[in-house]
T-cell receptor, first 112, second 113 residues
Framework: GQNIDQPTEMTATEGAIVQINCTYQTSGFNGLFWYQQHAGEAPTFLSYNVLDGLEEKGRFSSFLSRSKGYSYLLLKELQMKDSASYLC?????????????FGRGTSLIVHP | GAGVSQSPSNKVTEKGKDVELRCDPISGHTALYWYRQSLGQGLEFLIYFQGNSAPDKSGLPSDRFSAERTGGSVSTLTIQRTQQEDSAVYLCATMGTGPYEQYFGPGTRLTVT
């Protein structure tokens, strides 16, 4: 199985930049996902990393270091609507099932 | 439809009753996952279907839980003799063969009284 750790809660100011870290331990790494989940809603896909490096998509970027078992999600020019839970998920190919395992999520609060 | 749909959206049931939750996946998506999410918790994997292969049931918490997927499309998750600890949001997600993102349905909020 995987151990996935991410901070429980973070706060930031509108317009600022925030970095949400995720560390993991897995034996058969096959990709890392970030999802956004607003309260009472289903998670929505943000990014997928399988190779080391930075993937940029608009205001959101995701970084992966496989050797360190580490990823971060970077949110720029924060907006109030970015207040949500951010879920890190790691997919493991052990056993051939390729099932993503989710962390507990980081609750981000953006204040004016 | 364009996305994953689930029904019912809310279900309140008495302890000991059986419930059936339904997931209609995106057409053509061969992989289907069931998760549950308790208040303040992460998503807990329950079961995974991939095409015609035998499902991965390793996440089912007890033998009261079962799921099936008919014709590689609609899936139903059945919980027998519900307990209060079964109260959670049950999420279905599907994945196509191309991009690796999972598309989640809106979930079924199950409350066992």
């Amino acid at each position: 199985g995987q151990n996935i750790d991410q901070p429980t809660e973070m706060t930031a100011t509108e317009g600022a930049i925030v970095q949400i870290n995720c560390t993991y331990q897995t034996s058969g790494f096959n990709g890392l996902f970030w999802y956004q989940q607003h309260a009472g809603e289903a998670p929505t896909f943000l990014s997928y990393n399988v190779l080391d490096g930075l993937e940029e998509k608009g205001r959101f970027s995701s970084f992966l270091s496989r050797s360190k078992g580490y990823s971060y999600l970077l949110l720029k020019e924060l907006q109030m609507k970015d207040s949500a839970s951010y879920l890190c998920a790691v997919r493991d190919r052990t056993g051939g099932s390729y099932i993503p395992t989710f962390g507990r999520g980081t609750s981000l609060i953006v204040h004016p | 439809g364009a996305g994953v749909s689930q029904s019912p959206s809310n279900k309140v049931t008495e302890k000991g009753k059986d419930v059936e939750l339904r997931c209609d996946p995106i057409s053509g998506h061969t992989a289907l996952y069931w998760y549950r999410q308790s208040l303040g918790q992460g998503l807990e994997f329950l079961i995974y279907f991939q095409g015609n292969s035998a499902p991965d049931k390793s996440g089912l918490p007890s033998d009261r839980f079962s799921a099936e997927r008919t014709g590689g499309s609609v899936s139903t998750l059945t919980i027998q003799r519900t307990q209060q600890e079964d109260s959670a949001v049950y999420l279905c997600a599907t994945m196509g063969t191309g991009p690796y993102e999972q598309y989640f349905g809106p979930g079924t909020r199950l409350t066992v009284t």
